[in-house]
């Protein structure tokens, strides 16, 4: 797929020129030269996160992401001592809730589309197929620029 540039910068009299920035070419396996395509808008090198997400949206609203969606855990260095099985289950239901409020966060802001640089746990994923939301974890940063 070729992605259609920005308007060309024009000299009277010259040859329209293009800045490299703004072209990205996306090679795919599996089909010839002859069934390409010019898309207009913006294509990614990258796949969804799981399987129930929407394959094609319209009217994308993209939150970029430069944060962790897995299960929040304790920093370095830190250790918890628990005597108590139900303590530890609280902590990690507590651990899940802050996940859940993140994500509950994205998606009420409108986003139809999340992009991130780190990565998506499995119970992650889950809310997003339920709300109908694509999600792409470990997305390069230089593509998240672009």
Do not use: W
Request: overall charge positive; some cysteine.
């Amino acid at each position: 797929a070729v992605m259609q540039t920005k308007e060309p910068s024009l000299i009277p009299g010259g040859p329209d020129r293009y800045p490299l920035s703004s072209i990205h070419l996306l090679k795919a396996q599996g089909k010839s030269a002859h069934e390409s395509c010019i898309l207009d808008g913006f294509a990614l090198n990258t796949t969804r996160a799981a399987q129930g997400m929407p394959a094609f949206l319209k009217d994308v609203k993209v939150a970029c992401l430069d944060i962790d969606l897995r299960r929040a855990k304790l920093k370095m260095g830190m250790s918890m001592v628990v005597n108590d099985p139900e303590e530890l289950a609280k902590m990690q239901e507590k651990e899940l809730e802050v996940t859940h409020h993140r994500i509950k966060c994205i998606i009420g802001a409108g986003c139809n589309l999340v992009l991130t640089t780190k990565g998506i746990d499995d119970t992650s994923l889950k809310y997003f197929v339920e709300a109908g939301v694509v999600a792409c974890r470990r997305v390069a940063m230089k593509d998240l620029k672009r």
